[in-house]
Protein backbone atom coordinates (compact mmCIF):
# COMPACT_ATOMS: atom_id res chain seq x y z
CA UNK A 1 0.00 0.00 0.00
CA UNK A 2 1.66 3.23 -1.01
CA UNK A 3 0.80 6.20 1.60
CA UNK A 4 0.40 10.20 0.71
CA UNK A 5 0.28 12.19 3.38
CA UNK A 6 -0.82 16.06 3.31
CA UNK A 7 -1.96 19.04 5.58
CA UNK A 8 0.67 19.59 7.51
CA UNK A 9 2.24 23.42 7.93
CA UNK A 10 3.01 26.41 10.70
CA UNK A 11 0.74 27.17 13.16
CA UNK A 12 0.50 29.28 16.45
CA UNK A 13 0.39 27.72 19.94
CA UNK A 14 -3.05 26.63 20.87
CA UNK A 15 -4.41 26.08 16.91
CA UNK A 16 -5.16 23.49 15.13
CA UNK A 17 -4.52 21.50 12.13
CA UNK A 18 -5.43 18.22 10.43
CA UNK A 19 -3.31 15.95 7.98
CA UNK A 20 -4.53 13.38 5.45
CA UNK A 21 -2.98 9.68 5.02
CA UNK A 22 -3.96 8.86 1.47
CA UNK A 23 -3.58 4.81 0.71
CA UNK A 24 -3.38 3.33 -2.62
CA UNK A 25 -2.87 0.13 -3.82
CA UNK A 26 -4.53 -2.26 -1.45
CA UNK A 27 -7.92 -2.86 0.27
CA UNK A 28 -7.48 -0.16 3.20
CA UNK A 29 -9.96 -1.77 5.19
CA UNK A 30 -7.59 -4.62 5.90
CA UNK A 31 -4.74 -2.45 7.67
CA UNK A 32 -4.53 -0.41 11.27
CA UNK A 33 -3.57 3.23 10.61
CA UNK A 34 -1.34 4.79 13.31
CA UNK A 35 0.81 7.87 13.01
CA UNK A 36 3.72 8.75 14.26
CA UNK A 37 5.89 11.67 14.78
CA UNK A 38 9.55 12.17 14.81
CA UNK A 39 11.07 15.46 16.79
CA UNK A 40 14.53 17.03 15.90
CA UNK A 41 16.76 14.75 17.43
CA UNK A 42 14.82 12.51 19.18
CA UNK A 43 13.42 9.06 17.98
CA UNK A 44 10.20 8.44 16.56
CA UNK A 45 7.06 7.77 18.62
CA UNK A 46 3.96 6.78 18.52
CA UNK A 47 0.97 9.08 18.64
CA UNK A 48 -2.12 7.65 17.85
CA UNK A 49 -3.47 4.23 15.29
CA UNK A 50 -7.09 3.50 14.95
CA UNK A 51 -8.97 -0.16 13.96
CA UNK A 52 -9.89 -1.68 11.07
CA UNK A 53 -13.54 0.00 11.16
CA UNK A 54 -12.42 3.64 12.55
CA UNK A 55 -14.71 2.64 15.41
CA UNK A 56 -11.94 3.36 17.97
CA UNK A 57 -8.33 5.02 18.51
CA UNK A 58 -5.36 4.91 20.66
CA UNK A 59 -3.12 7.97 21.87
CA UNK A 60 -0.12 8.76 23.29
CA UNK A 61 -0.53 10.26 26.59
CA UNK A 62 0.78 13.33 25.39
CA UNK A 63 -1.52 14.20 22.86
CA UNK A 64 -5.04 12.53 24.78
CA UNK A 65 -7.44 14.94 24.50
CA UNK A 66 -5.89 17.11 22.06
CA UNK A 67 -5.47 14.79 18.96
CA UNK A 68 -8.06 13.05 16.91
CA UNK A 69 -7.73 10.20 14.63
CA UNK A 70 -10.35 9.06 11.94
CA UNK A 71 -10.39 6.94 8.71
CA UNK A 72 -12.57 7.25 6.20
CA UNK A 73 -12.90 3.71 4.35
CA UNK A 74 -14.94 5.05 1.31
CA UNK A 75 -11.87 7.72 0.63
CA UNK A 76 -9.02 5.31 1.95
CA UNK A 77 -8.01 7.93 3.99
CA UNK A 78 -6.78 8.32 7.51
CA UNK A 79 -6.53 11.51 9.65
CA UNK A 80 -5.32 13.27 12.30
CA UNK A 81 -7.12 16.20 13.83
CA UNK A 82 -4.71 18.21 16.16
CA UNK A 83 -5.89 20.87 18.48
CA UNK A 84 -4.28 23.00 21.08
CA UNK A 85 -1.37 22.41 19.63
CA UNK A 86 2.04 22.94 21.69
CA UNK A 87 5.73 23.87 20.91
CA UNK A 88 6.43 20.44 21.47
CA UNK A 89 4.53 18.97 19.08
CA UNK A 90 6.47 20.30 16.69
CA UNK A 91 7.92 16.89 14.48
CA UNK A 92 7.87 15.39 11.16
CA UNK A 93 4.73 13.22 10.90
CA UNK A 94 4.29 10.01 9.05
CA UNK A 95 1.36 7.92 8.81
CA UNK A 96 1.59 4.40 8.75
CA UNK A 97 -0.35 0.90 7.88
CA UNK A 98 -0.22 -2.60 9.26
CA UNK A 99 -2.11 -5.38 7.16
CA UNK A 100 -4.05 -7.25 10.05
CA UNK A 101 -2.15 -10.00 9.72
CA UNK A 102 1.10 -8.93 10.80
CA UNK A 103 2.08 -7.27 13.76
CA UNK A 104 4.52 -4.54 12.59
CA UNK A 105 4.17 -1.21 10.76
CA UNK A 106 5.09 -1.89 7.76
CA UNK A 107 4.14 0.98 5.03
CA UNK A 108 5.31 4.31 5.68
CA UNK A 109 4.38 7.70 4.34
CA UNK A 110 6.65 10.09 3.51
CA UNK A 111 6.44 12.62 6.48
CA UNK A 112 5.38 15.69 6.43
CA UNK A 113 6.30 18.41 8.74
CA UNK A 114 4.68 20.00 11.44
CA UNK A 115 5.80 23.52 13.05
CA UNK A 116 4.29 24.93 16.10
CA UNK A 117 5.40 28.21 16.69
CA UNK A 118 5.18 30.60 19.92
Known amino acids: VQLQASGGGLVQAGGSLRLSCAASGRTFSNYFMAWFRQAPGKEREFVASINLSGGGGSYADSVTGRFTISRDNAKNTVYLQMNSLKLEDTAVYYC????????????WGQGILVTVSS
Open 96 to 107: AARHITVNEYGY
